[in-house]
């Protein structure tokens, strides 16, 4: 598996094992649909929460929470309109995103709640 792969691998485990601490509950993980993936689903407080999670091994070109590009948001958004439709959920939903970066010296983990919501 390439390097980056990896990489991703590595920060998924580390944000399941920081929503599972918070007291969110894992339902799903790498949901697929098509070419799109869902990364996270969890519950907590009777919300769906999709968490997109981003890990970089610096911070040199951007945070990673800035490479979910509206484009990305709008892939999220529909891929869970279909994992809805097809598991007959209707709860509120709530998009996250766990920013994580991962190298020799440092790990760290930014969750940002509610970062972006469905456009019209």
């Given at each position: ?43 907590k ?5 999709i ?5 970089r ?12 590009t ?51």
């Amino acid at each position: 598996m390439a390097d980056h792969n990896e990489l991703g691998k590595k920060g998924e485990k580390l944000a399941v094992k920081h929503l599972m601490e918070n007291g969110y509950s894992i339902v799903e993980t790498n949901y697929r649909f098509k070419k799109d993936e869902l990364d996270i689903i969890a519950e907590k407080d009777g919300l769906l929460i999709i968490a997109e999670v981003k890990t970089r091994i610096n911070e040199y070109f951007g945070r990673p929470e800035e490479f979910v590009t509206p484009a990305k948001q709008k892939r999220i958004i529909n891929c869970t309109n279909r994992y809805l439709i097809e598991r007959d959920i209707d709860k509120e939903v709530r998009f996250d995103i766990i920013a994580v970066v991962i190298n020799a010296k440092r790990k760290s983990l930014n969750h940002i709640e509610n970062a972006f919501i469905p456009g019209p």
